[in-house]
């Protein structure tokens, strides 16, 4: 008679990056190659541990989602509002076009040396960094969804004479929710793209300073470790969003955006 009890299942995603750090931690002894600027596998995971275990690692972590997530805060509420105002008022829009398209495309790296003459070191520059880039993100894709929703739905609250706001309230913003959704998840991704950048390239916080100091002091499995740290806890931020994306907007399709 068959068992009813369920069998755990291999993660098949867990098959490919398993497998290639196999093959290096075996290439690396097999091969007896020794170096001060390259850690095996192993060594990254012994690194990591121990990072972790004396809190080195938690306390930069926390430093670099601290600037992330108050800058992706801030950029959120600004892109919104900027994004519900340009993609209602095509006037307005039309008018803030150029002043915005000569904006936007700045990188973000790129405003460092002026935000260091403004807010100096620290939390401030981090988070207005990162606040700048995921406003334009959040932006573009809320303005996007507001203009994407359908003419008829907003006719039919014409028809029923609902005012400007009941409309925007019961019709736009329900309908145009996913997408926005998606710029926020987006928004988030980037959010930790462009705080670790800016640890790495000037502020001496969080992850990416962090692991800058390692590599300054010769230790490649820890500046290793860092970067593996990094990645989970942009694939754990993705994952959680992906997760609430399909709890609340499962009977939506995001085409590519889903796969991101």
Known sequence: MASGRAHPRFPKGLFVPLTLILL????????????????????VAIALIQGLLDGRILLATRDTLISAF????????????????RGTF????????????????IPSVALIPVAILIFGFGYELEITLVAISCMFTIFILTRAAIVGVERRMIEVGRMLRLSFFDRMRKIVIPAALPRIFVAFRLGAGLSL??????????????????????QQSLNPGLTVAYLVW??????????????????????????????K
């Open 70 to 85: 108050s800058g992706l805060a801030i950029g959120g509420v600004l892109g919104l509002v900027m994004g519900l105002v």
């Open 24 to 43: 290096a931690e075996a290439a690396w002894h097999l091969s007896g190659f020794v170096s001060d600027s390259i850690a095996p596998p192993s060594k």
């Open 90 to 105: 095509w006037r307005v829009d039309a008018v803030l076009e150029v002043t915005t398209e000569t904006i936007r495309p």
């Open 193 to 214: 793209i462009v705080a670790v950048t800016t640890e790495i390239a000037a502020n001496p916080i969080g992850m990416g300073a962090a692991m800058m100091l390692a």
């Open 230 to 259: 990094i990645g989970f806890i942009g694939w754990l931020l993705n994952h959680v969003l992906i997760t609430l994306q399909r709890r609340f907007f499962s009977r939506y399709s995001f085409s590519a955006l889903d796969e």
